[in-house]
């Protein structure tokens, strides 16, 4: 059977084109298993926490017996310490069988649960089955933030805790390792709490080691998966070009790389425009995989939204963040950047709070822009007025240009400075957005954004176009803003660009003017 790209479940090698994680596992197997320590795995949403599992069991396998547990779907488990204990132990029995452990330790174990104290039952089996076992056992539990503000969970936690301590002393004996894997950090359970709610502060999960291994996939990681597939389709992809690209819009997050890869596939190869795989393995069939990615309704993306409908001041933030260029100093000990970070929104750069990737920012931004068309002081053009832009298929974007003067002028012309400031280059984004809408991408240069300057690239159709927004600061400063504008077209290799000055000085003098400087061409649009 062929293998194909996979974004459900669990992806498995022998079935699956995927990341080579063995380096990753074996990092893991030896600095976190064979020391004895016990562990969250917390990451964001579909960050691949199940397969390393996975994984991480079938290497573990010859050393170690592995016990393998998810409390999806469990709530049964969590109505009283009884059923919780009955249910593990019919689990961890099911594992023993499937990996023909001794018959008589299985007997052992499926002993009937006393009821009066079924956690000191769960204890004193657990010290005999790690006893008697003829190898060490390792635990895992995925999905455990399922119920992991749950009194019983916690009491659990506590079970294992004590008998980490205990077996650190050598009273007792107990799992070698305990890896529980989700999102929230097991360790931080005031993380758990939903707004309002008392928050919680300690956490049973104390001793748990401190897990910093970097499981997003890296150039060389998806450069190695492409190089998988084109041995069995003889694509001739520029292997490097599509592997860095990748990269640049998801940041090697794992479900983002996997399903762009998938969309080429599936989708874009075959297609009218792309009849053949080698077709689609290039560049405008990647940028196409990108729009339609971008158009996806899957749970990662949902909740997303979810999630800043919950946390508010954080959803305020990353607009600050967006739109207005804010850069908020980095501190993982505040609680609305340690829940982006959590959620896998936000991340460090540089020292300061940068969204994660530029997939999660071109649809923040387009969830952004599409609340504000609701009240707007007048909607951007109807979807229908995008026809004179295109013209044989292709982007008239000086037409963009021409006709957004108008139409700022017209909504916006006595602003004051704290309205452009704010919400010039929302509603630019606004009027371009429906234009582009179904044909094209738009991403922001993240290294450039900021209080008063952002650079927007817009794809449309194998066409390229750089667009400099900029606050008005005075001639030299706008002089200063034609050489960036110039260096940033010698990178995409173009030769006409297009610089938007939102001027707030009383005398300032508006138009569209062109300018030609070092064999470039600039529109530069003053409003």
């Known amino acids: 059977m062929p293998k194909n790209f996979n974004t459900t479940g669990v992806c498995i090698p022998e079935l699956h084109y995927m990341v080579n994680t063995r380096k990753q596992i074996d990092k893991i197997i030896t600095g976190y298993v064979d020391k004895g320590s016990y562990f969250t795995i917390n990451r964001a949403r579909q960050f691949g926490k199940t397969t390393t599992l996975y994984l991480l069991e079938r290497q573990l396998q010859e050393h170690y ?55 000191s039952d769960l204890s004193d089996r657990i010290t005999e089955l790690c006893s008697d076992n003829e190898k060490k056992v390792v635990l895992m539990i995925d999905e455990v933030d399922k119920s992991a503000d749950n009194q019983i969970f916690l009491s659990f936690l506590g079970l294992l805790r004590n008998k980490y301590l205990e077996q650190q002393q050598k009273r007792d004996r107990s799992f070698q390792s305990v890896i529980l894997a989700g999102v929230y950090d097991i360790k931080n359970l005031k993380l758990k709490i939903h707004p309002g709610e008392e928050a919680k502060y300690n956490s049973p999960w104390n001793i748990a080691a401190d897990f910093n291994l970097d499981l997003s996939f890296q150039p060389d990681d998806i450069a190695g998966m492409l190089a998988e597939y084109d041995a069995d389709y003889h694509t001739g992809m520029d292997i490097p070009v599509l592997s860095h690209l990748i990269y640049d819009y998801t940041d090697g997050y794992p479900y983002m790389a996997s399903r762009i890869c998938m969309i080429i596939d599936q989708q874009i190869a075959g297609s009218k425009e792309y009849p053949l795989r080698k077709n689609a393995w290039t560049i405008p069939g990647f940028l196409n995989a990108i729009r339609i990615f971008l158009q996806d309704k899957n749970a990662l993306f949902d909740d997303m939204v979810k999630t800043l409908h919950q946390y508010p001041v954080l959803k305020e933030r990353i607009e600050d963040i967006l739109f207005c260029g804010t850069r908020y100093t ?24 940068a969204v994660a990737n530029r997939i999660f920012e071109t649809i923040l931004y387009n969830l952004f822009l599409s609340e504000r068309e609701f009240t707007a002081v007048r909607p951007p053009e109807p979807q229908n007025s995008r026809t004179p832009f295109i013209v044989h298929g292709m ?8 006709k957004f003067f108008e139409y700022f002028q017209e909504i916006c012309g006595n602003s004051s400075e704290k309205f452009i400031g704010n919400e010039g280059r929302r509603i630019f984004l606004m009027y371009l957005r429906p234009i582009i809408n179904g044909a094209g991408n738009y991403y922001i240069e993240a290294q450039t954004r900021d209080s008063t300057r952002t650079d927007v690239i817009v794809d449309y159709r194998g066409q390229r176009f750089v667009i400099e927004m900029k606050l008005w600061r005075g001639k030299a400063y706008n002089s200063h803003g034609e050489q960036q504008l110039i260096s940033y077209l010698d990178y995409y290799k173009l030769d006409t660009g297009y610089l938007l000055s ?26």
């Open 330 to 353: 980095f501190e993982i000990n505040s609680p609305v950047i340690n829940i982006g970070i959590m959620f896998g929104f936000l991340k460090n750069h540089e020292n300061t709070v």
């Open 502 to 527: 939102f001027n707030f000085n009383k005398k300032k003098k508006t138009g569209i003017r062109e300018i030609l400087t070092e064999g470039k061409k600039i529109l530069e649009v003053v409003v």
């Open 65 to 119: 017996t592995v016990i393998r547990l998810s409390f999806e779907a469990a709530d049964e488990l969590f109505q009283s310490l009884y059923t919780f204990t009955k249910g593990l132990i019919r689990g961890i029995s099911r594992e023993l069988k499937m990996q023909k452990a001794d018959t008589g330790l299985i007997q052992q174990w499926e002993q009937p649960v006393s009821h009066d104290l079924p956690f």
């Open 395 to 402: 982007l008239q974007m000086n037409l963009v240009m021409e």
